[in-house]
């Protein structure tokens, strides 16, 4: 059974840092895509941070470059999300994914790409 389990959501500060971790079995993260994903209430869920299959190429969005870092530790079969520098706008529940193949001519970072998904955690960011 394909599954993505997530961890390390909570309560932090603006300013502050968190790390959300995802856990894969069944499959080896390291032969997939890999993203993560947001979804704030009565908002679309959005792309935040993926690394292509293909070519090893990462994306960040606008709104979290240079303070997010996507990674994956192949002998943990693990991906995670470093996430410093929080603000307010970061809250959202976040979600981790991967699909074996990115559709030519897509991205990474649109959502409809992937296949699996965890199950999600909240990260709130406030005072």
């Known amino acids: 059974q394909l599954q993505l389990v997530e961890s390390g959501g909570g309560l932090v500060q603006p300013g502050g840092s968190l790390r959300l971790s995802c856990a894969a079995s069944?499959?080896?993260?390291?032969?997939?895509?890999i993203g993560w994903f947001r979804q704030a209430p009565g908002k679309e869920r959005e792309g935040v941070s993926c690394?292509?299959?293909?070519?090893?190429?990462?994306y960040y969005s606008d709104s979290v470059k240079g303070r997010f870092t996507i990674s994956r530790d192949n002998a943990k079969n693990t991906m995670y999300l470093q996430m410093n520098s929080l603000k307010p706008e970061d809250t959202a529940v976040y979600y981790c994914a991967a699909v074996q193949v990115i559709s030519y001519g897509s991205s990474c970072r649109f959502p409809y790409e992937y296949d699996y998904w965890g199950q999600g955690t909240q990260v709130t960011v406030s005072s």
């Open positions: 069944g499959f080896t993260l390291d032969d997939y895509a």
């Open positions: 690394i292509s299959s293909s070519d090893g190429s990462t």
